[in-house]
């Protein structure tokens, strides 16, 4: 099997699911370099990863190179890297808004560049990944990146001009879905389970419920009537979901985080 060797600039939250989720893959050789030494050292201990203590040193190393940096750090990184860049390396970007044009014009014109958007459920090899060619990226590049997040969960490859509402659904939607564990597991405490039972029972049950939506083949709203008996407990709750609007809320979380993916471009 071939070896592909990525090298992570920045090894923060969302590096970190990645790391966990890739080293499990043998075909992988990780390495990471982080501006903060002591972010870099837990997180390269932790997983078993090469830790590179220049950015030169790690791309010189690393035939595909992951962007892990906030938005507004990765104009400051790739001036930096620029220079060491090779045209035959892959650049990867996870950055929330920033485009691949944005980022080929800053390193090598004809820098091969894939956008991608993960999520930390990468950690426990459940991600969710949105995959964006850029301008001079080919189809073997793009094969490349679809294999590498392919083993830490789902890949889906989409037009970049969706990566604002992929960010808001799939890049942002875990921590929505955390809010709804935790309040569902605050409504079961109030009526007297202990916290441990309340959050494993909301937990699993978000999670047999993302199964059936994924497996069944039915919409969303034919599942809620499979669960819903005239006259009974669900339909009691559903009129209080519906009395505060819930679905309005959820619809408003996620325009409010695309928005802000669409000005992190600014
Ligand atoms: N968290 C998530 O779930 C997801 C995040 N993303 C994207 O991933 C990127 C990183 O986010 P996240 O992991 O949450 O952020 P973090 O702040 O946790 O991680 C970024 C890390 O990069 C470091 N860094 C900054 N500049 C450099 C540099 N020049 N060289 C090396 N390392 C550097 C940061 O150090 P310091 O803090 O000192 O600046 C920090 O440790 C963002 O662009 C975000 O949009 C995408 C999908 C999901
Ligand atoms: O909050 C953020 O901006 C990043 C992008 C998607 C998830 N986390």
Excluded: W
Excluded at 227 to 234: C, D, I, R, Y
């Amino acid at each position: 099997m071939h070896t592909i060797t990525i090298g992570f600039i920045g090894t923060g939250r969302i590096a970190k699911a990645l790391i966990a989720g890739l080293v499990r893959d043998n075909n992988n050789e990780i390495s990471g370099y982080d501006k903060d030494p002591a972010v870099a050292d837990a997180v390269c201990k932790e997983f078993g990863i090469t830790r590179k203590n220049s950015m030169s040193e790690l791309v010189q190393s690393a035939n595909c190179i992951v962007l892990a940096v906030k938005p507004y750090q990765i104009e400051t990184v790739l001036e930096e890297l620029r220079r060491e860049l090779r045209p035959d390396q892959l650049l990867i970007s996870v950055a929330a808004g920033i485009t691949s044009e944005f980022i080929r014009t800053r390193s090598l014109e004809e820098m091969h560049v894939i956008r991608v958007m993960p999520n930390t459920p990468a950690f426990v090899g459940e991600g969710m990944t949105v995959v964006s060619r850029g301008k001079c990226a080919t189809d073997a590049d793009l094969a490349q990146a679809e294999k590498i997040f392919s083993a830490i969960g789902k890949v889906a490859v989409l037009d970049e001009i969706h990566m604002d509402a992929a960010t808001a659904v799939s890049g942002s939607g875990p921590a929505y879905m955390f809010h709804i564990i935790d309040a569902l597991a605050e409504g079961g405490k109030q009526c007297g389970l202990s916290d441990d039972e309340a959050v494993t029972l909301s937990a699993q049950t978000m999670l047999g419920a993302a199964k059936l939506v994924l497996e069944s083949q039915k919409k969303p709203a034919a599942l809620i009537k499979d669960v819903t008996t005239p006259g009974g407990t669900t339909e009691a709750g559903l009129h209080q979901m519906e009395a505060h609007n819930v679905r309005q809320a959820m619809i408003d979380t996620v325009t409010a985080a695309a928005q802000r993916s669409v000005e992190l471009k600014q």
